[in-house]
C-alpha cells in the first residue's frame, strides 16, 4: 500500500522550467522503476521517464529527451522531473507512478496528477 503525491505543477510560458515532486509514503516503499507519464483529456498515457531506484539509471521518452532530467532522494523517497524549454504540447497532467515490470510494460500506481499548463 503506497500513497503517490505530485506537486509542482503551475503556469508557465513558452520556453520556461519547471520541476515537479513526487513525495511516496506508505508502510513499505521498495520500488524497482519509477516515473512519469502525462495525459490530456481524450488523450492516452504518453510515458516520459523512468529511473531504476536502486542504480538511478534512467530513460526518456523522445518526447522530452534533452529536455527533461528525473531524479529520485531515496532516503526521502522522492521523485523528481526537471523540464525545459517547455511547448505548447507538454500541457497535461503529470502522473509519477511505480513500474512494477518496467517502464516497457506500463505503470501499476500511480497518483492524483499534477498539472502543467503552458501558454503563449
Known amino acids: 500500500q503506497v500513497e503517490l503525491v505530485e506537486s509542482g505543477g503551475g503556469l508557465v510560458q513558452i520556453g520556461g522550467s519547471l520541476r515537479l515532486s513526487c513525495a511516496a509514503s506508505g508502510r513499505t516503499f521498495n520500488p524497482s522503476v519509477m516515473g512519469w507519464f502525462r495525459q490530456s483529456p481524450g488523450k492516452e498515457q504518453e510515458h516520459l521517464a523512468g529511473?531504476?531506484?536502486?542504480?538511478?539509471?534512467?530513460s526518456y521518452a523522445d518526447a522530452v529527451r534533452g529536455r527533461a532530467t528525473i531524479s529520485r532522494d531515496s532516503a526521502k523517497n522522492m521523485l523528481y522531473l526537471e523540464i525545459n524549454d517547455l511547448r505548447l504540447e507538454d500541457t497535461a497532467v503529470y502522473y509519477c507512478a511505480i513500474y512494477p515490470n518496467g517502464v516497457s510494460r506500463g505503470p501499476g500506481y500511480w497518483g492524483q496528477g499534477t498539472q502543467v499548463t503552458v501558454s503563449s
Open positions: 529511473i531504476n531506484w536502486r542504480a538511478g539509471g534512467a
